[in-house]
């Protein structure tokens, strides 16, 4: 911005009646300077273009990180969701462990009390038997009611020992059914108890994960922020150069207004170029900015090098470079033409090859194609002044 308004200083500072002379001089004095301005927009692009690729990388991996963190997020809460049942589950089994533990503990305690009935019972008939208890249980009789008595005694002492025996048994195998569903019971807590630390496990994974994309997200956030503010900085920047641009083109203007060529030019236009239009004169999305502002102009889309030619007879106002993006720009006054007096800019030449001052003739080569100052490639970059005013240079065309 320095160089600029140095130049602004040098080539609007002269008075206007300097002469061809001190404008040459004040051009030849300038003309290192714009070398460097024209890097300083040059670099300019560049940073912005750089910021902007910097800018979508970041907010793609941004999309990417939150996406993954919702993703995480949503697992960790069905995992957590989960935990209740996989709580229940582990209680369940532990009280039917429990349950069963005690079954084996009773089942033991009552084998054991049946076995000791059951050898006392066996002992005392086994004492009591001889082999001549059938005959005493006969002779020792003193009558048939008395002998009746005895042998329903013996087949009740036979019975209950039977009997004791048979639930000693039944007592036995309920023992064993009682160990056989402990066994089970113990397998199955195992397994909930595994599952339930490989549910802890993978919950405790999931938390650290969604910690981990949080502060990834978190992170990505700042550097974006920090992308956004250079990025803007550096927009605002050439905002700031096109701003200049404004300016220059109002003095530009006010210069016209001044200039003392009044002839009345009576011919028509012709195209300064033999290329089609392109971009028109309108608001547009700019290119490199990315911004919508006011395009000021006609494009052409003519290739580098092409000839450039003077629309009509008249005299060139200024030529060479400028300092406010349009590169190597000449601008001839026409003189008084379809009752106004009209002027025409010719931007982002490669090469001019006229001067200030000089009379030129409808269809002379005035300079060539180019893609000088803030251009995305060769054209010609065509503005009309009626009135020292840009109008759309397609009413004229």
């Known amino acids: ?33 714009l070398v460097q301005a024209k890097r300083d927009v040059a670099a300019d692009k560049e940073a912005v273009s750089k910021a902007e690729s910097r800018l979508e990388a970041s907010e793609n991996q941004l999309d990417k990180a939150r996406s993954e963190l919702a993703y995480v997020e949503r697992k960790l809460a069905e995992a957590k969701a989960e935990d209740a049942a996989v709580a229940a589950d582990l209680d369940a089994a532990q009280a039917a462990f429990d349950q069963s533990a005690k079954a084996v503990l009773k089942a033991q305690d009552d084998v054991e009390r049946q076995r000791a009935l059951v050898g006392v019972v066996v002992r005392t008939n086994y004492q009591q038997h001889t082999d001549l208890q059938g005959l ?19 087949n009740t002492l036979f019975n209950s020992t039977t009997s004791q025996l048979d639930r000693l048994k039944e007592l036995e195998t ?33 938390t650290a994960e969604a910690a981990s994309r ?53 011919g028509g236009f012709i195209k300064p ?41 008249g005299k060139v106002v200024s030529a060479g470079w400028t300092t406010y993006g349009f ?5 001839i006054n026409y003189g008084r033409m379809h009752g106004a007096q009209l002027a025409s800019g010719y931007a982002h030449q490669s090469k001019v090859i006229v001067h200030a001052g000089q009379k030129v003739k409808q269809g002379q080569i005035v300079g060539y194609v180019g893609t ?26």
Request: glycine fraction near 6%; hydrophobic fraction near 45%; charge should be positive.
């Open 136 to 154: 005493s249980l006969v002779l020792g009789a003193d009558s048939a009611a008395e002998l009746a008595q005895r042998v329903q005694w013996s």
């Open 214 to 266: 949080q502060a990834a997200v978190a992170s990505l956030v700042k550097a974006n922020r920090k992308l956004k503010a250079k990025a803007q900085d550096e927009l605002e920047s050439s905002k700031a150069e096109y701003a200049a641009l404004e300016k220059q083109e109002a003095r530009i203007e006010a210069k016209l207004r001044g200039d003392d060529y009044n002839t009345v030019n009576n």
């Open 327 to 331: 590169g190597n720009y000449t601008i």
């Open 1 to 33: 911005m320095f160089v600029a308004a140095l130049l602004l200083g040098l080539v609007f500072g002269l008075s206007p009646s300097a002469s061809a002379e001190d404008l040459k001089d004040a051009r030849d004095k300038v003309r290192k300077a």
């Open 273 to 313: 170029v033999n290329a089609p239009a392109g971009s028109p004169f309108g608001l547009r999305y700019h290119p490199i900015l990315h911004y919508w502002r006011m395009h000021w102009g006609t494009d052409f889309g003519a290739a580098c090098g092409a000839p450039i030619r003077a629309m009509a007879n």
């Open 372 to 397: 000088t100052g803030l251009s995305t490639g060769c054209h010609l970059h065509l503005q009309i002044y009626r009135n020292g005013v840009r109008v759309n240079p397609m009413r004229y065309l």
């Open 174 to 206: 309920g023992l064993i059914a009682a160990r056989t569903a402990r066994a089970d019971a113990e397998a199955r807590l195992a397994e909930k108890k595994d599952a339930s630390a490989a549910h802890l496990a993978k919950v405790q994974q999931l």
